[in-house]
Nanobody, 124 residues
């Protein structure tokens, strides 16, 4: 099991930027894919981005605006969010995959550990 703690959320105007961080502990970090998901009020949790040790993948809605990265030495994964839009408003969750290896995952059920979430609000 891995423990995850997110930080970096907040209130930003349309077009602004935020960087989310997720610190992990309790398991070998570098071997597992990490992901970011988000959930807006009244909506299901949706995939945002994921990173393995060799690749990154994004939801179409954030491609070109968001960048996921990881620092294995710090056991931390980041989500740089640029050109934010009001529809990006949600609680953002960091997640660690259940499986090691280079394959990437985009479904919530493939992730076994979750952070507590951090609120991102984009004002129009």
């Amino acid at each position: 099991q891995v423990q995850l703690v997110e930080s970096g959320g907040g209130l930003v105007q349309t077009g602004g930027s935020l960087r989310l961080s997720c610190a992990a502990s309790g398991r070998t970090f570098s071997s597992y894919a990490m992901g970011w998901f988000r959930q807006a009020p009244g909506k299901e949790r949706e995939f945002v981005a994921t990173i393995t040790w060799s690749s990154t993948h994004y939801a179409d809605s954030v491609k070109g605006r968001f960048t996921i990265s990881r620092d294995n030495a710090k056991n931390t994964v980041y989500l740089q969010m640029n050109s934010l839009k009001p529809e990006d408003t949600a609680v953002y969750y960091c997640a660690a995959s259940r499986f090691s290896g280079s394959y990437y995952y985009t479904e919530p059920q493939d992730f076994g550990s979750w952070g507590q979430g951090t609120q991102v609000t984009v004002s129009s």
